[in-house]
Structure formats: C-alpha cells, structure tokens
C-alpha cells in the first residue's frame, strides 16, 4: 500500500514539479521521478539538505544514480510517514546533532515499514540511507538487521545473510576458545 | 558503491513482484548473495552496537571479514567508567579516550583514588581533559569521585560550570569528594535545566552554592557537606529522593542556607542527618540532631524546611499538604513560638553541656536512615516543638500529618534532650506507629563522654522515660538495638 502510494506521488512529481517549491525531485539511478517535502528531506538527509542549502538541487529531478527506483521509493516513502507522524520541532530539538543523539528504539510504525521489505529491498535501503545520510533511518534499518541476528548461532547467521564461512576448522575453533562463554547455548 | 546499489536494485525489483507482503524472515533465505557482508565496515559496526554483547562477539566467527570487527562496536549506551589510581598513568588514559574519538557518551565516571602516600604524588595534572572529553560527546550521566583528593592533585583551574554549560544534555551530576569545582564555590546549573534529573554533591567542601534553579524535572537530591552550603531547586519540583545532611558550622552570614524545599508530594524516601535542633543563643551555628527517622505515608506530605535567619533555629515540619495551601504563614507562626519556647526551655547550664557533647556528634559518624524498599516512606523530622516535659504550648501548633508514619529508626541515639523530645513527638503524633527503632552509638565512639567526666552511656535510663512517653499509637514497639536489624535495608545505602 504503502508503495502504490509512493508510486502515485512520483506520476504526480512529473506534473507539478515546476510548480511546487515545497518538494524536491528524486530521480533514480533508473530515471524515476519522486517528489518528497524540501523539510522533511532536509530534515531526514543530511545529504539532501546540504544539496537544498547549496541550491544543488534540480527542479528536473536531482539525479541518484547511486539509488535504485525502489530503494528510492522507500526514501520518499519513509521521509513522507516521517513527516506525518512525527511533530518536527520535538524531532529537532531532540538531537543536539546526529552523532550525538542516543539510539532511540524505532517507533511502532517504523517498525511495521522495515518489517515489510524483502531482504534485498532492506540492505538497499540501508545502502541508500547510508548514502543520503539519514540517521535516523539508519538506526531503524540497522537495528532491523541487528534484530535478524540476535541470540542466533554463527551457523543460523551465517545462514540468513548467506555468509560464506571462510574459516579454516582451526581458526574458528581458535576464535570459539578466546570467548567461549560467548558461543555456549543459553 | 554505486555498482551495488544499482545492482541490488535490480533484484529488488524481482523479489518486489513475487510480492511486497512477503516477510523479510521468509524471504532472506532464498537470496545468494551475502550482503550484509558487503556493507561498509561503519554500518557493520553500527549494527553490531545494537546487538548485545554476547551476540556481537558471536559474528566473530561468521568469516573472515567479521573476525574481531566487534571489538571496535561502539556500545549503544555507552558507559565509561574511568579509575586513575596511584601511578597509573593519565596520559595513556586520555589517548586512548582520543582513539575512541567523541562518541556519545551516556554516562562518564571518573574516579580518581587516593594515594596512601601523598609525598609521592600521583599527579593528575590535567583533569580538566576528561571532564571536557566526557562534555564533548555529549554526556548524560556525569560522576566524579575525587576522594578529597582534588586539592593536592587538582588545579583550581577545573571549572565545572564551564563543563556544565558543556553538557546540554546531563541528568544527572553526582560529585563527591571533589574540593576545588566552580568558581567561587558556586555551581550552576543553570543550563541543565529540564533535563537534570539528579544531583548529588557529597562532601564537596569548597562549594558555597549550588543553583539548579531551572531543574524543574529534578527527582533526586542529595546534598551533602561539613559546610552549609546554599542550594535554589525550583519550587515545582517533585522530589522522589531526598538527602540532606548539613552538619557543619556557618561562618558567614548566610541569609538562608535552607529553603523551602519544594514539593515533596511525592517523596518516597527522604534521609536528613545532623540538620538542625539547633542552639539558639549560642556564638557559633550548631547543629546536632543525628536523628532519622522514616514513615509510610499513604497520603502525600509535605516536609518543608525553612530558616528564617541564621540567627534562628532551623526547624523542620511536616504539614499536611493536601489542604495546606499556604503552608509558609502557618510554619512562620509555629516558628516564632518555638523559638519563644525553646528559649525558656534551656537553660545556660543545659546549653554548655549539650554543645559539648553535640561538638563531638560532628566527628562521629552521620546518622543513617533505613527504610524498607518495599513500602513508601516519608520522613518526618520535627524539631523543637514538642516538649516532652510540658507541653504547655503544644496545643497551639498544627498538628502535622503522621499519621501513616509505621516505622521510625533513630541511629546514633544517646538519649539527650533533642533526641528525647524528637522521641516523644513522633510517639505522640504517630498515630500508626509499629515500629521504633533506637541505635545507640557503637561502642567506643562514646568515649567523649569519659573525656568531659560523664558516665557511659546508660541506655536502660532513657529507655524507661522513653517507655513512659504518652503514645499515640497503642501497639507502638520501642526497640532499643545495639545492631541493625537485617530485615531493615537502608535505603540510602551510601552514606556520607
């Protein structure tokens, strides 16, 4: 659902983009277009509100190429809930600066938005986030990832992230040995 | 990076039609490629924050490219907890705290350990760097134990408003032992503000004020000192941890050194040692009372101390709040006859042979309160109101709420006249009392009164006047305890 609407807002972007000073274009690496608010962009990015400010911005459609179209569309996507749901003033004035503000465990809705991506539609949205420097979505895909990987086996790990085990049989039973206590079964 | 992206990308498209619904546990497992692998260290890293420690150091043994890299995960709620003790080295200390780089630090404790030899200095030469370091990334919870040691170690150069106006973010400030902090003894934390959530100055001597003034969310309070410092919280906060231990002697005109203190609706454990029962008339401030003592209430009061002048004694009361809307006329009346009272009361004689033995209360140990952690306590400290041996203007005073008071625990008890008529107050007005506990001093630490040709303390004496005191609560049980019952936890655990 959520996606469709994403979709629905980047038909709408190729219409209005000229007009509308509020939004930003997005273009993906794949030349869709996606429209999302200059202030939660900037609010979100710090990527996009350093191009906003340095007036980098295409009324066209900034170009992503690093950003695949789906990728992109959960950007937009999370950027437009974020903007719903969250009062901005209390958002800012909460964090002193992004690499200070603690961790806060995502909100429910944040929650429900990563749940729904597939595994690959994930790491691309980590990708992406990591790319236009957007912490707080970040914290919430990472802290989606940890959550894959807590209280599992090396083995299990190994097994969801498709991780190649690249050990030789000694050198993991070396590393099993420094920190034994680690690796017993609760 | 962008090959990746654009990679990925691709086949999200293709999972993106075998349908969006899919949960991402069911759909990982089909995938070939090890992307988590792929992402760059930083982000690894941060995922390896969020996942607790065990976890973490389990992703060692995933493959080659995971070995070791928890070792560099930055812990979320990140802690440090430094200790510089006799000849360690500071320098090496504060290098690696600048690898670390300024991460966030929630909490930041510096203790810095005495030196059993103090020829052979331990020179800290620079503290300031780790208080600043702690400031830098952002510190939440900051906590410095200098153990007295700041003045031979520490430049007065530590300025610990400077440090504060550092820490927008700080709930909580806990300082012991720290003897040069501040300029001119003043502490401000002014810009804390709303965010301080405790403060804690123990035994900090240098400081003269403390001003948390815009701490309106301040829920813990613990001032400690041999000297009596000002303090300013704000009116509308709502205290749940009270300590307050004043014991020193005031040398300056300090107009109030004890204010009101501010809503303690909600106090659930409060702990006052050696404040007040002060002697009017004398040259120097005393105070001595080393009595607590603790109460259940079910229903909110206030405890409100207030000292009009330091000339005047200082007196405590406990008014019921809940119709108390102008508690401060009805104390100012109460007071002024108090001190009318106490001023008949004691005679010159009486006065000279308390102060001996009230000097002598100042080396000992404080006091300590006890309370059960299960139940709800408030304190209630009166002093100098009620005289046990006529009550002759007893009747016109409020009669403050003590009526849930359950439990009463008086340490360092010696039977003198302030501890009795503390005594025989709270057996009077404590209408549910069950419980009340009296500690005499340990063994040994009454020898002052062999000094100034007393006898030893004879408990089984006051005991039976203490007995003969009218009681209010009919199952009131008066324990006299040389030792301090298990079952009774303190509450206050550290004591200053």
Same mark, same amino acid.
Request: with cysteine; aromatic share 6%.
């Given at each position: 659902?959520?996606?469709?609407?994403?979709?629905?807002?980047?038909?709408?972007? @190729?219409?209005?983009?000229?007009?509308?000073?509020?939004?930003?274009?997005?273009?993906?690496?794949?030349?869709?277009?996606?429209? /999302?608010?200059?202030?939660?962009?900037?609010?979100?990015?710090?990527?996009?509100?350093?191009?906003?400010?340095?007036?980098?911005?295409?009324?066209?459609?900034?170009?992503?190429?690093?950003?695949?179209?789906?990728?992109?569309?959960? /950007?937009?996507?999370?950027?437009?809930?974020?903007?719903?749901?969250?009062?901005? $003033?209390?958002?800012?004035?909460?964090?002193?600066?992004?690499?200070?503000?603690?961790?806060?465990?995502?909100?429910?809705?944040? @929650?429900?938005? /990563?749940?729904? =991506?597939?595994?690959?539609? =994930?790491?691309?949205?980590?990708?992406?986030?990591?790319? =236009?420097?957007?912490?707080?979505?970040?914290?919430?895909?990472?802290?989606?990832?940890?959550?894959?990987?807590?209280?599992?086996?090396?083995?299990?790990?190994?097994? /969801?992230?498709?991780?190649?085990?690249?050990?030789?049989?000694?050198?993991?039973?070396?590393? @099993?040995?420094?920190?034994?206590? $680690?690796?017993?079964?609760? | 990076?962008?090959?990746?992206?654009?990679?990925?990308?691709?086949?999200?498209?293709?999972?993106?039609?075998?349908?969006?619904?899919?949960?991402?546990?069911?759909?990982?497992?089909?995938?070939?490629?090890?992307? &988590?692998?792929?992402?760059?260290?930083?982000?690894?890293?941060?995922?390896?924050?969020?996942?607790?420690?065990?976890?973490?150091?389990?992703?060692?043994?995933?493959?080659?490219?995971?070995?070791?890299?928890?070792?560099?995960?930055?812990?979320?709620?990140?802690?440090?907890?430094?200790?510089?003790?006799?000849?360690?080295?500071?320098?090496?200390?504060?290098?690696?705290?600048?690898?670390?780089?300024?991460?966030?630090?929630?909490?930041?404790?510096?203790?810095?350990?005495?030196?059993?030899?103090?020829?052979?200095?331990?020179?800290?030469?620079?503290?300031?760097?780790?208080?600043?370091?702690?400031?830098? +990334?952002?510190?939440?919870?900051?906590?410095?134990?200098?153990?007295?040691?700041?003045?031979?170690?520490?430049?007065?150069?530590?300025?610990?408003?400077?440090?504060?106006?550092?820490?927008?973010?700080?709930?909580?400030?806990?300082?012991?032992?720290?003897?040069?902090?501040?300029?001119?003894?003043?502490?401000?934390?002014?810009?804390?503000?709303?965010?301080?959530?405790?403060?804690?100055?123990?035994?900090? *001597?240098?400081?003269?004020?403390?001003?948390?003034?815009?701490?309106?969310?301040?829920?813990?309070?613990?001032?400690?000192?041999?000297?009596?410092?000002?303090?300013?919280?704000?009116?509308?906060?709502?205290?749940?941890?009270?300590?307050?231990?004043?014991?020193?002697?005031?040398?300056?005109?300090?107009?109030?050194?004890?204010?009101?203190?501010?809503?303690?609706?909600?106090?659930?454990?409060?702990?006052? +040692?050696?404040?007040?029962?002060?002697?009017?008339?004398?040259?120097?401030?005393?105070?001595?009372? *080393?009595?607590?003592?603790?109460?259940?209430?079910?229903?909110?009061?206030?405890?409100?101390?207030?000292?009009? *002048?330091?000339?005047?004694?200082?007196?405590?009361?406990?008014?019921?709040?809940?119709?108390?809307?102008?508690?401060?006329?009805?104390?100012?009346?109460?007071?002024?006859?108090?001190?009318?009272?106490?001023?008949?009361?004691?005679?010159?004689?009486?006065?000279?042979?308390?102060?001996?033995?009230?000097?002598?209360?100042?080396?000992?140990?404080?006091?300590?309160?006890?309370?059960?952690?299960?139940?709800?306590?408030?304190?209630?400290?009166?002093?100098?109101?009620?005289?046990?041996?006529?009550?002759?203007?007893?009747?016109?005073?409020?009669?403050?709420?003590?009526?849930?008071?359950?439990?009463?625990?008086?340490?360092?008890?010696?039977?003198?006249?302030?501890?009795?008529?503390?005594?025989?107050?709270?057996?009077?007005?404590?209408?549910?009392?069950?419980?009340?506990?009296?500690?005499?001093?340990?063994?040994?630490?009454?020898?002052?009164?062999?000094?100034?040709?007393?006898?030893?303390?004879?408990?089984?004496?006051?005991?039976?006047?203490?007995?003969?005191?009218?009681?209010?609560?009919?199952?009131?049980?008066?324990?006299?305890?040389?030792?301090?019952?298990?079952? &009774?936890?303190?509450?206050?655990?550290?004591?200053?």
């Amino acid at each position: 659902m959520e996606v469709d609407k994403g979709k629905g807002e980047a038909e709408e972007t @190729r219409k209005v983009a000229e007009a509308d000073r509020d939004t930003v274009t997005l273009k993906s690496s794949d030349g869709k277009l996606f429209e /999302v608010s200059k202030e939660a962009a900037a609010r979100l990015s710090t990527v996009l509100a350093g191009m906003i400010a340095g007036g980098s911005i295409d009324d066209n459609g900034t170009d992503l190429k690093q950003i695949g179209s789906e990728a992109l569309e959960n /950007v937009v996507d999370y950027c437009n809930k974020h903007a719903n749901s969250i009062p901005s $003033a209390a958002l800012i004035s909460s964090s002193i600066s992004f690499n200070t503000a603690p961790f806060k465990e995502p909100e429910e809705w944040e @929650r429900k938005f /990563v749940d729904r =991506l597939s595994h690959d539609a =994930l790491f691309d949205l980590v990708e992406a986030a990591n790319f =236009l420097g957007m912490e707080r979505l970040l914290d919430v895909t990472c802290h989606k990832i940890s959550e894959m990987m807590k209280g599992k086996s090396p083995d299990q790990i190994r097994e /969801v992230f498709n991780i190649k085990n690249d050990y030789t049989k000694e050198e993991l039973e070396e590393i @099993r040995q420094e920190l034994a206590w $680690a690796f017993y079964d609760d | 990076m962008a090959h990746l992206l654009g990679a990925s990308s691709l086949k999200k498209r293709r999972a993106g039609e075998e349908g969006e619904e899919i949960e991402a546990a069911a759909a990982m497992a089909a995938e070939e490629e090890d992307r &988590i692998s792929e992402l760059p260290e930083d982000l690894r890293l941060r995922i390896l924050t969020l996942l607790p420690l065990r976890s973490a150091i389990r992703t060692g043994a995933l493959s080659t490219r995971w070995r070791a890299l928890w070792e560099r995960r930055w812990p979320a709620p990140s802690s440090m907890d430094l200790h510089i003790r006799p000849g360690d080295d500071p320098e090496e200390l504060l290098r690696s705290l600048e690898r670390r780089g300024e991460r966030r630090i929630d909490r930041f404790s510096l203790t810095i350990h005495p030196n059993k030899r103090p020829l052979q200095h331990h020179r800290v030469r620079d503290p300031q760097r780790f208080l600043d370091y702690a400031a830098a +990334c952002a510190v939440e919870d900051l906590h410095i134990d200098a153990a007295g040691h700041f003045v031979s170690m520490l430049s007065t150069s530590v300025d610990i408003n400077e440090l504060l106006w550092a820490c927008p973010r700080l709930q909580t400030l806990d300082l012991r032992y720290c003897d040069v902090l501040g300029f001119q003894g003043v502490i401000n934390l002014e810009s804390s503000g709303a965010h301080l959530r405790s403060l804690t100055v123990a035994e900090c *001597n240098r400081i003269t004020r403390l001003d948390a003034s815009r701490a309106t969310g301040l829920r813990s309070f613990c001032l400690s000192s041999a000297q009596l410092p000002t303090y300013n919280i704000p009116a509308t906060a709502s205290l749940d941890d009270l300590y307050l231990s004043l014991r020193g002697q005031n040398c300056e005109p300090i107009k109030h050194w004890i204010q009101a203190l501010p809503n303690l609706a909600n106090l659930t454990v409060l702990t006052i +040692c050696s404040v007040a029962l002060r002697l009017p008339s004398s040259s120097h401030d005393i105070f001595v009372d *080393n009595s607590l003592e603790e109460a259940e209430e079910d229903e909110p009061n206030e405890v409100l101390f207030k000292v009009d *002048n330091p000339d005047e004694e200082l007196s405590e009361d406990d008014a019921p709040d809940e119709e108390g809307d102008e508690p401060d006329e009805e104390l100012s009346d109460g007071y002024e006859a108090e001190e009318e009272l106490l001023l008949e009361e004691i005679s010159e004689e009486y006065m000279l042979k308390e102060r001996l033995y009230y000097e002598d209360v100042y080396e000992e140990n404080l006091s300590e309160e006890n309370v059960p952690e299960d139940e709800q306590f408030e304190e209630d400290v009166q002093s100098e109101e009620d005289v046990p041996e006529d009550n002759q203007s007893g009747e016109d005073f409020p009669l403050y709420g003590l009526n849930n008071l359950v439990f009463a625990k008086l340490m360092n008890f010696k039977g003198h006249y302030f501890e009795m008529r503390l005594v025989s107050f709270l057996l009077r007005r404590a209408t549910s009392l069950q419980k009340l506990l009296l500690v005499p001093p340990p063994v040994g630490v009454g020898n002052y009164m062999e000094a100034f040709g007393e006898k030893p303390l004879d408990a089984s004496g006051f005991l039976d006047t203490v007995l003969n005191f009218e009681k209010a609560s009919p199952d009131a049980e008066i324990i006299l305890s040389d030792s301090d019952p298990a079952a &009774i936890q303190p509450m206050h655990s550290v004591v200053f």
